[in-house]
């Protein structure tokens, strides 16, 4: 006689936990290719991100490749006159991202600054390769702020401050550059970063430093934005050989100035 204690495993399961049991397995299945999808989704994602910055990186082919960001505009702008504060530079464009600006750079060492700042101060820090992001306090608010200062908190040569009477949301400087934006989520402002923070074949003075000088200007108290219109007696914007008294230095211009241009 034969006596088989073999047991199908499934008759020790209740019938309710039998029933359960094709559930169960459909469950873990679809938890493991959500899983499955979202790493995937995640590396692929990261991929095309770095192919996007790569491709705005300059290079020995492409110096300058915020040519190929939609709606740059650039203007040539050659090394120009220092001027000491209180004197105002008559600005052909706003924010300003060339041209005449303070004998002393705003610190540009990945600093949000909660307040709008010296525009003169701002302009020669664009000179040492700082990018200069501004944005309208009046459209913005304390997420997108906080959203769009992630792009330069602690970023070497870059700077954030508000700028009152921004005619668009966000607005991005480097030297004779800039780009004019409407949602502080735009990957432009990544590209833009990219093409052009410290890039040495789009501002003056390779090398500079972005880093507070003592005696000059103080990040922790800077000089105040003037939203009124400069003066007669502002200083040219173009100005390179003009000497009035004010004036510390001048630098030649290499390349003669050009009218602005934009990229669509």
Known sequence: MTNDRSVDPKSRLSPGLRRRLPWLLLAAVVVVVGAVA??????TSGADEGREAHGFSPNADNPDPSLGIEGIVTVDYPPAAHVQAPQRVAYDQSPPFG??????????????YPEAIRSENAVHSLE???????????????????????????????LMSPYPGLDSTVSLQSWGHQLKLDDVHDRRISDFLTALRQNPNTYPEPGATCSTVRGGFDP????????????????????????????LRVSISRSPIRRISRST
Do not use: K
Request: with cysteine.
């Open 128 to 158: 040492h390769g700082a990018v200069w992001v501004t944005y309208d306090p009046d459209r913005l608010d304390d997420d997108d702020i906080a959203a769009l200062a992630e792009n330069v908190d602690g970023a070497p040569y870059t």
């Open 220 to 247: 922790a108290d800077p000089p105040p934005f003037d939203p009124s219109a400069p003066g007669a007696d502002a200083f040219p914007v173009e100005a390179e050989n003009y000497l009035p008294e004010n004036v």
């Open 38 to 43: 979202v790493v995937a989704y995640a590396l």
């Open 99 to 112: 041209g005449a600006h303070d004998q002393y750079w705003a610190t540009c060492t990945g600093i949000v």
